[in-house]
């Protein structure tokens, strides 16, 4: 690749993702019943996820969610099958499907009030 430094090492990319939570147990519930993630307890108050590709952890801390942060995209074939999952599930939309080049998708929020978004190709 043109003008990479070789002498960095390879590229850095995304390994792990971890959300504050409320409620281990609530979060489980929920991302379990939406997605069908499965869990791992390390302890009362963290949980790692998988979701078959990735993994990433539920970090219960006293004050709870933590507002902002980076936006978690998730891919899905079907955008209006795992809509209604989200919201079976408890979880809200918080900015319905829209365009963009390359696909749809939309944003929704789970129940400790973090913003995640679901997108499909065209």
């Known amino acids: 690749m043109a003008g ?21 147990g609530r979060s489980k519930a929920f991302y379990g019943r939406a997605f069908g993630w499965t869990f791992t307890d390390f302890g009362p108050g963290y949980t790692e996820f998988a979701d078959g590709r990735m ?5 219960a801390l006293e004050s709870g969610p933590i507002p902002g942060g980076p936006l978690v995209v998730l891919y899905s074939k079907d955008l209006e099958a795992v809509q209604r999952r989200i919201e079976e599930a408890g979880g ?3 900015k319905p499907a829209y365009p ?3 696909g749809r998708r ?17």
Do not use: S
């Open 55 to 59: 993994k990433g952890g539920f970090n």
């Open 92 to 94: 809200r939309i918080v």
């Open 4 to 24: 990479r430094d070789e002498a960095a090492g390879p590229p850095v990319r995304i390994d792990y993702v971890e959300l504050a939570v409320a409620d281990t």
């Open 106 to 122: 939309f944003h929704f929020a789970d129940p400790d009030g973090h913003e995640l978004a679901v997108w499909t190709e065209d």
């Open 100 to 102: 963009f080049p390359g």
